[in-house]
């Protein structure tokens, strides 16, 4: 048993080496300049200019217009992150409850042709997605940035499973104290779907803020650009003998990362719970 738990120890160091140091390489290499990545590559030497970088990718206006900021790029993702997991969890949670308590003919159908979106990515549905919006006049907009993302299959079907295993006497209770549709949804329901709104929260939220494509195809108007696009942007300015602004991009890797990784340690526990237990 001894033997046992020091070689589970030991995958498990390994699994977090392996996960940790491209992160620690990538915060050690941010804090040299550009000229010194661009001779020597990546390093895991202290530079001496952490301040200096990350104060330039979060305040330095740039760009073609020369408008844009890190922290501008921040704000971005952070609508969209939250746009993303909050619009999803109001979507998924009404037609989940719509398709559970609400008695109408093909429910079941109705779910099950949700449920197979799953089957279509968003690469596939992109084009008439970005049709739809260039004809709305919605691109170069945060709701169209938002909105055509926030129909989730997945999470109405969590819902869905987390509702039909709420007890029945709750909604005879509810009632017979006179609570309508709403007020049950609102009273009841949601305080019981705490722990699985946390879940999906992390999930969505994760997936939004972390969009690439969606953004690329949505938005040539810098003043939009989010953080992943904006690393992307860095790297594309090699023009002649001119370096790429190594360090701006890995700095802005490493705060792209720290919003998500944010969440998760703090809806960690609500996450699990919201995946293992019903908690009603």
Do not use: C
Not at 50 to 72: D, H, M, P, S
Not at 112 to 125: C, D, K, Q, S, Y
Not at 157 to 162: A, D, S
């Amino acid at each position: 048993m001894h033997r046992t738990r020091i070689l589970d120890h030991v995958i498990l160091l390994i699994g977090v080496f392996i996960m940790v140091a491209p992160v620690v390489v990538a915060f050690m290499t941010s804090t040299h300049e550009a000229a010194e990545i661009h001779r020597n590559g990546l390093s895991l030497n202290w530079g001496g200019h952490f301040a200096e970088t990350y104060g330039t990718v979060l305040t330095r206006q740039g760009g073609f217009t020369g408008k844009i900021t890190g922290f501008n790029m921040v704000m971005n993702s952070m609508i969209l992150g939250l746009g993303f997991a909050v619009g999803k969890i109001v979507l998924s949670m009404l037609a989940a409850y719509a398709i559970v308590y609400f008695r109408f003919p093909l429910a079941t159908f109705f779910f099950w042709v949700i449920f197979t979106t799953l089957l279509l990515p968003l690469e596939v549905r992109i084009l008439p997605s970005y049709e739809v919006m260039n004809m709305l006049k919605l691109t170069n907009t945060y709701t169209g940035l938002v909105v055509p993302l926030l129909a989730s299959a997945t999470g109405t079907f969590y819902f869905r499973q987390f509702f039909k295993s709420v007890p029945d006497e709750l909604l005879e209770a509810a009632r017979i104290d006179g609570a309508g549709p709403f007020k049950f949804f609102i009273d009841v329901l949601v305080p019981l779907s705490r722990t699985m709104m946390a879940a999906i929260f992390i999930i969505m939220f994760v997936y939004g803020w972390n969009q690439y494509l969606w953004p690329t195809l949505m938005t040539t108007d810098e003043g939009f650009f989010t953080l992943v696009r904006g690393i992307k942007q860095i790297l594309l300015v090699w023009v002649g003998s001119q370096i790429p602004d190594y360090n701006e991009a890995l700095a802005l890797a490493i705060l792209a990362m720290l919003p998500p990784v944010m969440v998760v340690v703090i809806f960690q526990r609500w996450f699990i719970k919201g995946l293992t237990e019903s908690d009603k």
